[in-house]
Protein backbone atom coordinates (compact mmCIF):
# COMPACT_ATOMS: atom_id res chain seq x y z
CA UNK A 1 0.00 0.00 0.00
CA UNK A 2 1.31 3.37 -0.47
CA UNK A 3 0.23 5.38 2.44
CA UNK A 4 1.47 8.49 4.52
CA UNK A 5 0.72 8.12 8.39
CA UNK A 6 0.61 11.39 10.53
CA UNK A 7 1.32 11.71 14.11
CA UNK A 8 1.98 14.75 16.18
CA UNK A 9 -0.99 16.74 16.53
CA UNK A 10 -2.90 18.02 19.63
CA UNK A 11 -3.94 21.04 21.68
CA UNK A 12 -1.45 24.12 22.45
CA UNK A 13 -1.63 27.02 23.94
CA UNK A 14 -0.68 30.53 21.81
CA UNK A 15 3.00 30.79 21.87
CA UNK A 16 3.43 27.20 21.91
CA UNK A 17 4.63 24.43 19.49
CA UNK A 18 4.13 21.11 18.01
CA UNK A 19 6.05 18.62 15.49
CA UNK A 20 4.11 16.70 13.55
CA UNK A 21 5.36 13.59 11.88
CA UNK A 22 4.61 11.54 8.21
CA UNK A 23 5.98 8.25 8.19
CA UNK A 24 5.37 7.14 4.21
CA UNK A 25 5.31 3.63 3.16
CA UNK A 26 4.86 1.90 -0.05
CA UNK A 27 6.93 3.74 -2.39
CA UNK A 28 10.41 4.93 -2.22
CA UNK A 29 10.52 8.12 -0.43
CA UNK A 30 13.80 9.30 -1.44
CA UNK A 31 12.68 10.06 -4.65
CA UNK A 32 9.58 11.65 -3.66
CA UNK A 33 9.17 15.76 -2.81
CA UNK A 34 7.07 16.33 0.27
CA UNK A 35 5.19 18.61 1.41
CA UNK A 36 2.62 19.58 4.26
CA UNK A 37 -0.90 21.78 4.23
CA UNK A 38 -3.68 22.68 6.20
CA UNK A 39 -7.16 23.25 6.00
CA UNK A 40 -9.32 25.75 8.62
CA UNK A 41 -13.09 25.16 8.21
CA UNK A 42 -14.83 26.39 5.70
CA UNK A 43 -11.21 27.52 4.01
CA UNK A 44 -9.47 26.11 1.21
CA UNK A 45 -6.73 23.88 1.46
CA UNK A 46 -3.72 25.51 1.41
CA UNK A 47 0.05 24.95 1.23
CA UNK A 48 2.16 25.30 4.27
CA UNK A 49 5.60 23.93 3.33
CA UNK A 50 7.33 21.70 0.92
CA UNK A 51 11.08 20.04 1.24
CA UNK A 52 12.65 18.94 -2.66
CA UNK A 53 13.49 15.88 -3.77
CA UNK A 54 16.55 16.68 -5.37
CA UNK A 55 18.40 19.85 -3.46
CA UNK A 56 16.72 19.85 -0.38
CA UNK A 57 15.27 23.05 -0.48
CA UNK A 58 12.32 24.18 1.41
CA UNK A 59 9.27 26.46 0.23
CA UNK A 60 6.93 27.97 2.96
CA UNK A 61 3.67 29.51 3.23
CA UNK A 62 3.47 33.08 3.62
CA UNK A 63 1.87 32.72 6.80
CA UNK A 64 4.15 30.91 8.62
CA UNK A 65 7.33 32.02 7.25
CA UNK A 66 9.89 32.15 10.48
CA UNK A 67 8.08 30.05 12.51
CA UNK A 68 7.83 26.56 10.88
CA UNK A 69 10.69 24.43 9.81
CA UNK A 70 10.06 21.22 7.35
CA UNK A 71 12.55 18.92 7.28
CA UNK A 72 12.81 14.82 6.49
CA UNK A 73 14.86 11.91 7.25
CA UNK A 74 15.17 9.47 4.75
CA UNK A 75 15.98 6.56 6.51
CA UNK A 76 13.18 7.32 8.76
CA UNK A 77 10.84 7.91 5.08
CA UNK A 78 8.95 10.47 7.48
CA UNK A 79 8.96 13.94 6.73
CA UNK A 80 8.32 16.25 9.90
CA UNK A 81 7.00 19.97 10.47
CA UNK A 82 7.97 21.79 13.55
CA UNK A 83 5.78 24.58 14.61
CA UNK A 84 7.26 27.16 16.81
CA UNK A 85 5.20 30.18 18.04
CA UNK A 86 1.81 28.74 17.25
CA UNK A 87 -1.28 31.34 16.61
CA UNK A 88 -4.79 30.77 16.93
CA UNK A 89 -5.01 31.35 12.97
CA UNK A 90 -2.88 28.33 13.09
CA UNK A 91 -5.61 25.80 13.81
CA UNK A 92 -5.68 23.30 10.71
CA UNK A 93 -6.40 20.06 10.32
CA UNK A 94 -2.90 19.26 8.73
CA UNK A 95 -2.37 17.14 5.86
CA UNK A 96 0.94 15.03 4.70
CA UNK A 97 0.95 15.38 0.68
CA UNK A 98 3.68 13.27 -2.15
CA UNK A 99 2.95 13.96 -5.57
CA UNK A 100 4.22 12.33 -8.58
CA UNK A 101 5.47 14.05 -11.96
CA UNK A 102 2.31 12.20 -13.89
CA UNK A 103 -0.18 13.81 -11.25
CA UNK A 104 -0.91 10.88 -8.77
CA UNK A 105 -1.12 12.67 -5.56
CA UNK A 106 -1.60 10.62 -1.91
CA UNK A 107 -2.44 12.64 1.32
CA UNK A 108 -2.58 11.99 4.40
CA UNK A 109 -5.44 11.07 7.06
CA UNK A 110 -4.75 14.09 8.36
CA UNK A 111 -3.78 15.57 12.08
CA UNK A 112 -5.49 18.47 14.11
CA UNK A 113 -3.74 21.18 15.24
CA UNK A 114 -5.57 23.25 17.93
CA UNK A 115 -4.21 26.80 19.28
CA UNK A 116 -5.97 28.12 21.90
CA UNK A 117 -5.91 29.48 25.33
Known amino acids: QVQLVESGGGLVQPGGSLRLSCKASGFTFSMRSMSWYRQAPGKERDLVAQ????????NYGDSVKGRFTISRDNAQNTVYLQMNNLKPEDTAVYYC??????????WGQGAQVTVSS
Open 51 to 58: IMLHDGST
Open 97 to 106: NAAWVNGYVI
